[in-house]
């Protein structure tokens, strides 16, 4: 085991840094993964099925508000690899502090136009509940989406750790955070009795807790000679920031609807409790992409420091090294289709049933996501992402109407919505190729370079 990790440990200084960053994420995502799994039982049996296909759909809404930062998150990742990769560490606090403010502004200001909206909504008709949950819904929508906002702003460091190649430290804030929050539901189940608010609190304010901690000690020290001030807000730098961040934001947006409306869609048609067999079977298959992305997360910062210092060798090494990988993840991903009842009937009991062809059609959607991931991760680092905005606003005008074709015209059911996804995603597996090879062999032009 030494030699092989001794072995493993070196290489070019890049690829070596890479390697350290998914030997530490792989540990920390695999906790991440057991804590995800034993949660999902823990919320069904301090719940019920009904209510927690409630929150489920609730925290799809929410995900709705995390792409109001426009990108800003994306731009600041690039354009903050850049900074560093030169050691320009004056641009990099400007670029830090003015994402910072800017992402607290748009915070405050969505916080107060959901607090006037949320008082004409009623949250059982757009959940498709029962009219009792109206005041339990209430209250949960103004407690969640106020600790939401504040989360908003405090994620930023994750961002910023990003961006410096350090992504293992970056996603150890998401499992600490739900560590704490699996702690505090078990507590719930021995203390109180079922509440959506009590869940709702305990999965929110855990994260924003951790995010905070990491904050405070990083930016007053490892990162204090880039800590956001007031003192260095440019209204100028802005613009850079807004000019790639915005095609990442309208990229987000697009993927929101293909990926993050599926509950609510389900909640309508089908009803909330038909929610919770789609997200346990999305879970499961999720885990590849989950897996996939330890590896390829830490490669978007990289490419971004290898194009900016000529060095394509690399990166098309590193490109063949995903593409094995791939292969093996697609083999595994066949074993786990082939075990699944067995493993649903272990996790979550044999009273959900869930349809073979569902978790099929998921499988084939993660494979085809993490294949386009591979030259994704590139054309993001290297900011030429135009085509990708345009394929991924198309794919979100077909994605409803295809929906709604396959669930009222082909009588399809829950099993719609991935088929809709795998139909619609154009970009990853099709194009992303295409475009990377033209890019790394000198030969994009028009579009494809932009």
């Keep these: 085991?030494?030699?092989?990790?001794?072995?493993?440990?070196?290489?070019?200084?890049?690829?070596?840094?890479?390697?350290?960053?998914?030997?530490?994420?792989?540990?920390?995502?695999?906790?991440?993964?057991?804590?995800?799994?034993?949660?999902?039982?823990?919320?069904?049996?301090?719940?019920?099925?009904?209510?927690?296909?409630?929150?489920?759909?609730?925290?799809?809404?929410l995900t709705w508000f995390t792409f109001f930062e426009i990108g800003l998150g994306s731009g600041l990742r690039n354009k903050l690899a850049e900074s560093l990769a030169v050691k320009d560490y004056e641009k990099a606090r400007i670029y830090i502090s003015t994402t910072y403010i800017i992402i607290t502004i748009i915070s405050f200001i969505l916080l107060s136009l959901f607090m006037i909206a949320g008082r004409y909504i009623d949250w059982t008709v757009l959940f498709n509940t029962d009219k009792s949950l109206l005041d339990e819904l209430s209250v949960l929508t103004n407690v969640v989406f106020t600790i939401f906002f504040l989360k908003f702003i405090a994620k930023l460091i994750g961002t910023v750790l990003y961006a410096d190649q350090k992504p293992a430290l970056a996603n150890s804030i998401a499992p600490i955070g739900n560590l704490l929050a699996l702690i505090i539901i078990y507590l719930l189940t021995k203390t109180t009795e079922s509440s959506l608010v009590y869940l709702g609190l305990a999965l929110s304010i855990a994260p924003l807790v951790?995010?905070?901690?990491?904050?405070?000690?990083?930016?007053?020290?490892?990162?204090?000679?880039?800590?956001?001030s007031i003192r260095y807000f440019r209204f100028e730098?802005?613009?850079?920031?807004?000019?790639?961040?915005?095609?990442?934001?309208?990229?987000?947006?697009?993927?929101?609807?293909?990926?993050?409306?599926?509950?609510?869609?389900?909640?309508?048609?089908?009803?909330?409790?038909?929610?919770?067999?789609?997200?346990?079977?999305?879970?499961?298959f999720s885990t590849i992409n989950m897996i996939f992305g330890i590896v390829m997360i830490p490669y978007w910062s990289a490419y971004t420091e290898a194009w900016k210092t000529g060095d394509i060798p690399w990166i098309r090494r590193s490109v063949k090294k995903l593409m094995k990988l791939w292969y093996i993840m697609a083999v595994g991903g066949i074993i786990v289709l082939i075990s699944s009842n067995m493993i649903y009937r272990i996790w979550v009991g044999s009273e959900i049933q869930i349809d073979f062809i569902l978790s099929a059609m998921l499988l084939v959607y993660f494979l085809l996501f993490t294949f386009g991931g591979i030259f994704n991760m590139f054309i993001n680092g290297v900011g030429k992402i135009k085509l990708q905005l345009y394929t991924a606003v198309l794919s979100a005008v077909l994605f409803y109407p295809l929906t709604y074709f396959l669930i009222k015209k082909a009588g399809m059911g829950i099993e719609a919505l991935a088929m809709a996804i795998i139909l619609t995603n154009l970009f990853g597996p099709i194009i992303a190729p295409v475009q990377f090879y033209k890019i790394i062999n000198k030969k994009a032009k028009g579009i494809w370079n932009e």
């Design 237 to 284: 730098y802005a613009g850079s920031l807004f000019s790639l961040g915005v095609k990442f934001f309208i990229i987000q947006i697009s993927g929101l609807v293909l990926y993050h409306s599926s509950n609510i869609i389900i909640a309508q048609y089908f009803g909330p409790a038909e929610v919770t067999p789609y997200n346990i079977a999305y879970k499961l």
């Design 210 to 228: 951790i995010m905070i901690i990491f904050s405070t000690v990083l930016f007053f020290g490892r990162y204090k000679h880039i800590s956001p």
């Design 1 to 61: 085991m030494m030699l092989f990790l001794k072995k493993y440990f070196t290489g070019h200084k890049r690829s070596v840094n890479i390697k350290k960053n998914i030997f530490a994420s792989l540990l920390i995502k695999g906790s991440s993964i057991v804590i995800g799994f034993m949660m999902v039982p823990m919320c069904l049996d301090y719940l019920d099925r009904t209510k927690y296909g409630v929150w489920l759909t609730v925290s799809s809404v």
